[in-house]
């Protein structure tokens, strides 16, 4: 077999990468089940959630003096509480689908291809960065069908918006993904257990989620927890993808927005890399 | 370090596992080019720790080893191009089909999608899964799943070959199938071989040589009739029908004869050439008037070098479920 084994092999140290990736990508587009379910929670989510909570509703009207639409405006930046929380979900969905990330390491393993991949000529951070990258690419195509399910409920967007903001979106949820998943990937990678993962994820989710402006502006919570969510990268990105689309007062944050997520998704992938030179063996 | 023709070498590798357990103890042997080396040991031997160490998955406490000229701590990329390994779990994806599978392994290899295409169709022929290579691997049987195995273990036609246990689990047919592979490997294509067996007739059918290993040392290296020899060769044991006649003298003049007993009135007669012996040793006896009334011959099986250099069978020697368990444990925590 060694007769013609002069064949031009690629020494790069990332032709893994995509191979991985791609394999990744491929066990998701061809499940249509998993495909489905997961458009099929956001719309859950918003439409029970997001309509059933008409705060604006609750402010009495008639009342001299007191103007629904400008209370809702202060508190929440716009007259429109699904709006608010839709763009809220469009960014607290990469938690959701980047958790598994950390799920397919420990999977991987448990079902020996981790070991082959390590026996194989392909860097160990190509490996990580395969399941971050997919991880990314799923969270994007999510995010993007929270918001044209969003869009098709109804969605007020601000003056803020235009054709671009799309865009800014994508590229925002890139970057919480990348660091999300690295995250998760960091914190199983020396796991060999089910129960791992899934005990990260219910540790993290709530705090992520609850310590962010996913469903209540962070200015109006208790100074504690505004301390909490005031380094929690998700309402950095909530705080981004609400100001691309739903608000009107300019962009004001929106550089150091990008900037906070940024450092953290690059911050926390530099770890996960290096984590993996050490831990990532047999 | 190495000689030319020492495609693997190994100096002092040493695996210990939470500063307490040391599962490979300072082996030290070398592979030639060509060659099936074995490691035969019962299960806990330190077998797969030793092979982990080798295609670089694990890294060895102590000691070191070269593939092909590649320190395995220093040049792992190099080591892992030029190998190929056939683990003793599954490690396919079953989610993707055989097919895709092979063209995974070539990618992680660098190998071009032009040559891996053709490449993976003549390893499918080879195993005998060309009519499902567009099968889910889910749907396949262990037999197939372990040629499958193969198939991705030879995609970068590495010159050295490393499998673990490689009929683990396997029926008789199966096996004997395999067996066939991995001689038709070394013989077609000169590749070396390197596997870890805990079946005594797998390591003597496929062997070149076996390095017997017990407790994460390696007791005694050799060819398996070179083993087998050591024991003192064939042992012929045969009656004559005047018993009270002692011929012991007779028949240690006999070419090949090494040792001559009397038990019981039969001779038991150790050779280093039983087919040779035994009729020349009926001659004799028959020139001498005498007649042979039994005579039986048996070669001596690795289970006697087994037990010659660890003092316990290689039934005995498979440890008790509770410290396999132990060890597990141990191994486990050590990098959980």
């Given at each position: 077999m060694s007769k013609d084994a002069e064949t031009q092999v690629s020494?790069?140290?990332?032709?893994?990468l995509w191979a991985l990736t791609h394999r990744e990508l491929k066990k998701w587009y061809q499940q249509p089940f998993i495909l489905i379910m997961g458009v099929i929670q956001p719309i859950l989510w918003l439409a029970l959630l997001g309509k059933a909570?008409?705060?604006?509703?609750?402010?009495?009207?008639?009342?001299?003096?007191?103007s629904s639409d400008a209370i809702m405006m202060q508190t929440?930046?716009?007259?429109d509480y699904f709006s608010f929380m839709a763009m809220g979900m469009v960014a607290f969905t990469t938690v959701f689908t980047t958790a598994f990330t950390g799920m397919s390491v420990v999977w991987d393993k448990r079902l020996g291809f981790m070991n082959k991949v390590l026996s194989t000529p392909v860097s160990r951070s190509a490996i990580i960065l395969a399941k971050v990258l997919s991880a990314s690419v799923r969270a994007i195509f999510q995010a993007g069908i929270v918001a044209a399910i969003a869009f098709a409920l109804g969605l007020v967007t601000g003056?803020?918006?235009?054709?671009w903001s799309i865009f800014g979106v994508f590229a925002i949820v890139f970057l919480i993904s990348v660091g999300l998943s690295s995250l998760f990937t960091a914190l199983t990678?020396?796991?060999?257990?089910?129960e791992m993962p899934q005990a990260i994820f219910q540790l993290i989710t709530l705090p992520l989620m609850f310590a962010?402006?996913?469903?209540?502006?962070?200015?109006?919570?208790?100074d504690w927890l505004q301390a909490i969510a005031s380094v929690n990268p998700i309402s950095y990105t909530i705080d981004a993808v609400r100001r691309l689309?739903?608000?009107?007062?300019?962009?004001?944050p929106l550089p150091l927005d990008f900037a906070f997520v940024g450092a953290f998704a690059v911050i926390v992938t530099i770890i996960c890399v290096v984590l993996s030179w050490r831990y990532l063996n047999k | 370090m190495s000689k030319n023709d020492d495609v693997i070498v190994v100096e002092g590798l040493t695996k210990v596992f939470n500063h307490s357990?040391?599962?490979?103890?300072h082996i030290s042997f070398s592979v030639k080019q060509g060659e099936i080396f074995g490691f035969l040991g019962?299960?806990?031997?330190g077998k797969t720790t030793t092979i982990n160490m080798l295609i670089t998955i694990m890294k060895p406490t102590e000691g070191k080893a070269e593939i092909l000229g590649g320190?395995?701590?220093?040049?792992s990329m190099d080591v892992r191009s030029a190998i190929g390994v056939v683990p003793q779990e599954y490690t396919a994806?079953?989610?993707?089909t055989g097919y895709e599978n092979i063209l995974l392994c070539a990618d992680l290899y660098g190998i071009p999608r032009s040559v891996s295409k053709k490449r993976a169709m003549d390893l499918l022929k080879l195993v005998e899964l060309t009519a499902f290579?567009?099968?889910?691997?889910?749907?396949?049987?262990g037999g197939m799943r372990r040629r499958l195995e193969l198939a991705c273990g030879l995609i970068n036609r590495p010159k050295v070959l490393f499998l673990d246990?490689?009929?683990?689990?396997?029926d008789v047919q199966t096996r004997t199938a395999t067996w066939n592979y991995v001689k038709m490997l070394k013989k077609e294509f000169g590749m070396t071989l390197f596997l870890t067996t805990h079946y005594l007739e797998e390591a003597d059918a496929l062997c070149d040589r076996i390095a017997i290993i017990d407790h994460g040392k390696i007791v005694v290296i050799g060819s398996p009739t070179e083993l087998k020899d050591s024991l003192g060769g064939d042992i012929i044991t045969l009656s004559i029908q005047?018993?009270?006649?002692?011929i012991t003298n007779l028949i240690s003049k006999?070419?090949?004869?090494k040792e001559v007993k009397k038990e019981n009135g039969s001779y038991i007669v150790k050779s280093s050439n039983g087919e040779l012996t035994a009729p020349l040793i009926i001659e004799a006896i028959r020139r001498n008037g005498h007649v042979v009334t039994k005579l039986s011959l048996t070669k001596p099986t690795l289970n006697e070098v087994y037990m010659q250099y660890t003092g316990r069978s290689m039934r005995d020697a498979e440890e008790s479920p509770g410290t396999v368990m132990a060890q597990r444990m141990a191994m486990r925590r050590a990098h959980a």
């Open positions: 020494k790069s140290r990332f032709h893994g909570m008409n705060l604006s509703a609750m402010i009495p009207s008639g009342i001299p003096g007191v929440f930046g716009t007259t003056s803020n918006f235009a054709w990678l020396r796991s060999t257990r089910m962010s402006s996913a469903y209540f502006p962070i200015n109006k919570m208790p689309m739903i608000f009107s007062d300019g962009f004001g | 357990l040391t599962a490979v103890d019962p299960n806990g031997a320190d395995i701590a220093k040049q994806d079953e989610d993707l290579k567009d099968k889910r691997v889910q749907t396949y049987s246990e490689p009929t683990l689990g396997l005047k018993e009270q006649e002692d006999v070419e090949h004869v």
